[in-house]
């Protein structure tokens, strides 16, 4: 994933990997796999993304991952099937694929998934916009020109 593509908010996924935190001058620490929102960018020769806030936690670019979407995911933000005719897409319903309707940080936000790929609809008027990562739906659908806020935590709601 390239530090472009990332934004302050973002979803990620990161661990199995080392961070770094601000305890005794950037101790290192051991990361569990996890999902977490991106709190700042660090741009210079090494490219560092604080993960956490307390303690804060940077770990490098290169171990942050977007997360993919897929069904599952689609269930955890919420995503319920609806009919085509109400998508919000020109052409509704005339198209292929299947539309999923989700409330999200008080939008409503429809996805419709076609195969294995994934188009992100913003209005009936609006060309569809194609999505890959979880990101990709923050970044597209902006509130206060701030990436969409999605509670990290739901990826968490199964763990036990």
């Known amino acids: 994933?390239?530090?472009n593509n990332l934004q302050i908010g973002d979803l990620v996924l990161t661990g199995f990997c080392y961070g770094y935190t601000?305890?005794?001058?950037?101790?290192?620490?051991?990361l569990p796999l996890m999902v977490t929102e991106v709190k700042n960018i660090i741009k210079d020769k090494v490219s560092l993304c604080k993960v956490i806030n307390m303690p804060e936690t940077y770990?490098?670019?290169?171990?942050?991952h977007g997360i993919?979407?897929?069904q599952y995911i689609l269930d955890l933000l919420g995503f319920k099937v609806i009919d085509k005719n109400n998508a919000l897409r020109p052409g509704a319903p005339n198209f292929n694929g299947t539309v999923y309707e989700a409330q999200i940080n008080g939008l409503k936000i429809h996805i419709i998934k076609d195969n294995n790929s994934y188009e992100l609809c913003r209005s009936k008027a609006a060309p569809t916009i194609?999505?890959?990562y979880v990101h990709d739906i923050q970044n597209s659908m902006k509130i206060d020109g701030k990436p969409l806020k999605i509670n990290y935590m739901l990826f968490y709601q199964d763990a036990k």
């Open 59 to 64: 770990v490098d670019i290169n171990d942050i």
């Open 68 to 70: 993919p979407l897929n």
């Open 130 to 132: 194609p999505v890959n």
């Open 22 to 30: 601000n305890i005794n001058n950037g101790e290192i620490c051991k």
């Open 1 to 3: 994933m390239a530090i």
